[in-house]
């Protein structure tokens, strides 16, 4: 992975030139930007983004929103001094893929972002045999990830390809929101946000033809959600 390039955005002089130093000591080339504004001019050339949150003018929030928006789909480990489950939660419906609480240690984000890599790589490449799924007249396609509805494309961030997935692979079942918030999103502490919800209706509406009246994506009240083929 040593040719992949890191954006790092962030506004702290001396916490970005150090990311900077310690990514590039592990091989990658990586790029320090100030502001959000510029990360969003500059986001769709890199491979991944470390985004912080406490950005001046545009905060880290904001900038995800718009990148997921104009279809920019680069996987995103949000940085933040936010570090409550609700804060997290909401890294993720705003479509991070990890979200690592400040203060962190350099060889934990190094892990995050190591990990992150693998797994968008192992999300396209992976075996023949399951990277398409077909509900309906709609087709999943994990290796290019994204969501097809004949002309229509729907690109798929890493987190909502990874949930799909995983509802696929328990189709039938009723999963409960803390057993997806624990295998899918890695959140085990105890919360009553209900930020998980976000995806869920964004996945209705690549998969549903009405989505106010799912046929594959169900609520199972007072437990969580069952996908049904």
Known sequence: M????ILVVEDEVHIAEGLRFNLEEEGYRATVAETGEAAL????????????????????FQVLGNLREQGCFVPVLMLTARGRPEDILRGFASGADDYLPKPFDLSILIARVNGLLRRAAWTRQNAASDSE??????????RT???????ARFPLTLME???????IKHEGEAISRSRLLEDVWGVREDTDTRAIDNFIVRLRRYLEEEPSQPRHLFTVRGVGYRFVR
């Open 145 to 151: 990830m994204e969501v097809r509805h004949g002309e």
């Open 133 to 142: 799924f077909t509900i309906g007249d709609r087709v999943i396609d994990f």
């Open 41 to 60: 001019a500059l986001a769709t050339q890199f491979d991944l983004v470390i985004l912080d949150v406490m950005l001046p003018g545009m905060d880290g």
């Open 161 to 167: 390809a990874n949930l799909l997935r995983y509802l």
């Open 2 to 5: 040593a040719d992949k390039k």
